[in-house]
């Protein structure tokens, strides 16, 4: 069975300074399960694709790479079993300027993703990022991922949602690409070489 995902968005406002007016979280991509039979009604919630993280202007958000970096490492605090693929996914995401790192807790001044699973219930979603803006349309460390075990999926399917949510936490927005597991309704079990790219355009030093 196919994994479905589906996002559903808040957004922050960002005051032009760039301090943070609204201090909601942008809750940023959630993955719907498989439709119930019952009453013809879907389990999963069905609202339009939104941009992964964003101000209330659009602009989407990513992690501040300062001049004198080379190359983005992202902290990974995974605090899942067995199921959730976290560090083999998240493989997937390495790029010439990108990594994710393993660590057992977040340092201050480091991005940082904590990657938790829980029983969350059937709440129309099987993964969910969630991020706050800092300032410079920046993320604020750390972001939080949720992994959803109210499901049954198959590895496969474990796959595909955590590296959509890893995909999530460096900033990228959905693609409807099937070779892509950012795809809104996702079966790629990792990122393509378009979704790589996109990470270099973001991340890639500029000097």
């Given at each position: ?178 070779s892509s597991c950012l795809q809104p309704v996702a079966q790629a079990a990792g990122p393509d070489s378009l979704d790589r790219a996109r990470l270099e355009q973001l991340y890639a030093p500029t000097g």
């Amino acid at each position: 069975m196919a994994v479905h995902l589906r996002v559903r968005a808040l957004f922050v406002s960002i005051a032009l300074g760039g301090a943070l007016f609204a201090a909601l979280p942008a809750v940023t991509a959630s993955a719907a399960p498989s439709f119930s039979p019952r009453a013809a009604a879907p389990v999963g919630v069905h609202v339009a694709p939104a941009r992964t993280a964003a101000t209330a202007d659009g602009t989407e958000l990513s992690w501040l790479l300062l001049p004198s970096q080379r190359t983005l490492v992202v902290d990974v605090v995974d605090k899942t079993g067995d199921a959730w693929p976290v560090q083999a996914a998240s493989s997937g995401w390495a790029t010439a300027h990108v990594r994710y790192a393993y660590v057992s807790s977040c340092r201050a001044g480091v991005p940082c993703v904590v990657v938790r699973e829980g029983s969350y219930g059937r709440t129309g979603w099987n993964g969910m990022t969630t991020a706050v803006a800092g300032q410079m349309f920046t993320f604020t460390s750390p972001v939080q991922i949720q992994l959803n075990d109210s499901y049954g999926l198959s590895a496969s399917e474990h796959r595909a949602v955590t590296c959509h949510e890893l995909g999530h936490a460096l900033g990228l927005d959905h693609d409807n690409r099937a070779s892509s597991c950012l795809q809104p309704v996702a079966q790629a079990a990792g990122p393509d070489s378009l979704d790589r790219a996109r990470l270099e355009q973001l991340y890639a030093p500029t000097g």
